[in-house]
């Protein structure tokens, strides 16, 4: 084995890969069988890079060649760039000699497309086979699904890897075409529906038969690039909202657009979507999926934006203050998850606690309440309810005039208004 050649490789191809993000490991259940290497029974231990991505897992691509020309991808086949390509044995070797000397809990393999979506997806599924089959390698493995791959390649993969993904890429469908005009978000849906059919089978027929295999027991997920043609948050949230609905997605990422071309189709270089857009398509996803929301509420045509400067439940409550005050002694759970600085653990800890008492603040604050927040929404066992005669616009500048945080110098400089 030439080792330079393989430390190139692994070079191009991992600095190829950083783009990706969604490379979350959480909800894997596998367990190590015959005294095999790994344990994905408990997910993968995560540690993060400084800007929130997972460096946990040994993230490469398969090759960087490409058929595609899509003017968002650096591997892009116009692009001159260092091209490379491991060999499947090379990429198995790797996660295990990585593995053994603790480096990774497992593997994240996607891929360039070359020759055909078919081909380059048997490849893929080699090496998770090899992994599991050769190398009895338990750990946490997650492929990225080809657009355009058979039903029969995406049924096998399902068989050997934790997670599948597809990346949907761009939220719109006109963006889509305007920027990779060979592809078709048809090629994207198709392999998503069948891993979903595929889960839902594999669920049913466990509960007649134990033995049947676990198919992609991590489900399957997507990421969006955010920003590279001009759509809205509302335009973005929609698409995961479909996503979430009809493929039952375990996680929808979002991508700020990091512009690596100069092409009058897309953002320049050195515009880069600020970290703050993302943080706040986050915030939404977490709302729709954790707290009742419904993305009409939080986004709509007169509303097609986050605002920048409040987390968006916030935002919402600013917008619809004739729900509140909520006395937190008295409204249920759902309402309780729709004050701003309430999260759902502390929401949890409420309906519990208020069995014995009537709650007042301090008891709240002990609770986890951001009070900074909560106190202009919320009525408790206190004769006082913070500033009732203030407007939201009042609110959101006292408010952000005692937050603190990592974005904090991205706000808007009205804040110094309130100061």
């Known amino acids: 084995m030439d080792f330079n050649r393989i430390k190139e490789k692994l070079n191009i191809l991992a600095d190829a890969a950083k783009y990706d993000v969604s490379c979350s490991s959480s909800g894997s259940n596998r367990k190590n069988t015959n005294k095999g290497l790994g344990n994905a029974s408990n997910g993968i231990c995560h540690s993060y890079s400084e800007d929130g ?86 750990g946490y493995i997650h492929l990225k699904s080809i657009p355009g791959a058979s039903d029969e390649l995406m049924y096998e993969a399902g068989l050997y890897a934790d997670r599948l993904s597809v990346n949907i890429e761009i939220p719109t469908v006109s963006g889509l075409k305007l920027l990779a005009p060979d592809k078709k978000h048809e090629d994207f849906a198709k392999p998503m529906l069948k891993v979903k059919n595929e889960i839902i089978r594999f669920k049913e027929e466990r509960k007649l ?21 001009g759509e809205s948050d509302k335009d973005v949230m929609y698409s995961a909202n479909h996503f979430y609905k009809n493929f039952h997605m375990k996680r929808v990422y979002y991508s700020g657009y990091v512009p690596v071309s100069n092409d009058n189709r897309l953002p320049s270089i050195g515009t880069q979507v600020p970290m703050l857009r993302e943080n706040r398509l986050y915030q939404t996803d977490w709302l729709l999926r954790f ?13 097609p934006n986050l605002d920048m400067d409040v987390d968006p439940k916030l935002s919402w409550a ?36 208020r069995k014995f008492r009537k709650l007042d603040w301090d008891h709240l ?25 203030l407007d939201p616009q009042r609110i959101k500048g006292l408010i952000l005039s005692t937050s603190y945080g990592k974005f904090r110098p991205q706000y808007s400089n009205q804040l110094s208004l309130f100061n």
């Open 53 to 138: 991505r997972c460096i946990s897992l040994l993230k490469i691509l398969l090759t960087n060649h490409c058929i595609y020309d899509c003017a968002y991808c650096v591997t892009r086949k116009s692009n001159d760039i260092k091209r490379a390509a491991f060999k499947i044995q090379e990429v198995v070797d790797l996660t295990i000699n990585f593995y053994r000397r603790n480096y990774i809990e497992g593997l994240f393999l996607s891929s360039g497309i070359f020759k055909d979506p078919d081909y380059t997806m048997e490849r893929l599924i080699a090496v998770a086979k090899k992994l599991r089959l050769e190398e009895n390698f338990n």
């Open 318 to 353: 600013l917008r619809n203050m004739q729900h509140f005050p909520v006395d937190v002694n008295k409204a249920d759970i759902s309402v309780l998850a729709r004050i701003p600085g309430v999260g759902m653990t502390s929401v949890h800890k409420i309906m519990k606690a």
């Open 209 to 229: 038969l134990k033995s049947t295999p676990k198919y992609a027991p991590a489900g399957q997920s997507t990421q969006m690039i955010v920003g590279a043609t």
């Open 291 to 303: 707290y009742g929301f419904s993305v009409q509420e939080l986004l709509n045509a007169e509303y």
């Open 365 to 389: 604050k002990k609770m986890g309440v951001a009070l900074n927040r909560a106190k202009y929404f919320i009525l408790c066992d206190s004769r006082h309810w913070e500033r009732r005669d």
